[in-house]
T-cell receptor, first 112, second 115 residues
Framework: AQSVSQHNHHVILSEAASLELGCNYS??????LFWYVQYPGQHLQLLLK??????LVKGIKGFEAEFIKSKFSFNLRKPSVQWSDTAEYFC??????????FGQGTELSVKP | SAVISQKPSRDICQRGTSLTIQCQVD?????MFWYRQQPGQSLTLIAT?????????ESGFVIDKFPISRPNLTFSTLTVSNMSPEDSSIYLC????????????FGSGTRLTVV
């Protein structure tokens, strides 16, 4: 069965530090990949998505992610985090059945 | 992308009772998805609701516990039946974004507490 794995359960950073959140998926075919963010008390919002083309995708709020097919990875990055980036981040993969499968989530805490 | 109105936003219910959650979408969509987010955990897909047919449930979820209605292309309900404290979660509906590259849109969620 298709699955998504996020390696970091909780990440704590200081403001201006660089961020990289790991995401690996298990599926050998064509994949559509997403990163969602959930700010405290708010609903899920789409950060960025990869469907095809340039494997380096840029999303909102300075986030980017790189799709590396050989590694089955889609890691999320941001060069310099802000306190307002404190949230939970979810990696997700869209499978052939039209279902969105989520990883376990990574809680990011940014210290001011 | 679609806009989803989900209600109630939260509820506290007695064990053994049932709660029906509603999602209204501002455009017609073929597929709607229902997710559960248990405290401190990720989102788990409960079922896929297609208009005009029975919902398709994921492993571990059954129709008797989570009956779903999909009377038209803009509306769906999920009922959590015979609730127990283990059902305390956030329940969310989701629809595809309208075009393949739009991603998925989520409702604001229903925070359910069963006492």
């Amino acid at each position: 069965a298709q699955s998504v794995s996020q390696h970091n359960h909780h990440v704590i950073l200081s403001e201006a530090a660089s961020l990289e959140l790991g995401c690996n998926y298990s599926y050998g075919g064509t994949v559509n990949l997403f990163w969602y963010v959930q700010y405290p008390g708010q609903h899920l919002q789409l950060l960025l998505k990869y469907f095809s083309g340039d494997p380096l995708v840029k999303g909102i709020k300075g986030f980017e992610a790189e799709f590396i097919k050989s590694k089955f990875s889609f890691n999320l990055r941001k060069p310099s985090v802000q306190w307002s980036d404190t949230a939970e981040y979810f990696c997700a993969v869209y499978n052939q059945g039209g279902k969105l499968i989520f990883g376990q989530g990574t809680e990011l805490s940014v210290k001011p | 992308s679609a806009v989803i109105s989900q209600k109630p936003s939260r509820d506290i219910c007695q064990r053994g009772t049932s709660l029906t959650i509603q999602c209204q979408v501002d455009s017609q969509v073929t597929m709607m998805f229902w997710y559960r987010q248990q405290p401190g955990q990720s989102l788990t897909l409960i079922a896929t609701a297609n208009q005009g047919s029975e919902a398709t449930y994921e492993s571990g979820f059954v129709i008797d516990k989570f009956p779903i209605s999909r009377p038209n292309l803009t509306f769906s309900t999920l009922t959590v039946s015979n609730m127990s404290p283990e059902d305390s979660s956030i329940y969310l509906c989701s629809v595809p974004g309208g075009r393949p590259n739009y991603g998925y849109t989520f409702g604001s969620g229903t925070r359910l507490t069963v006492v």
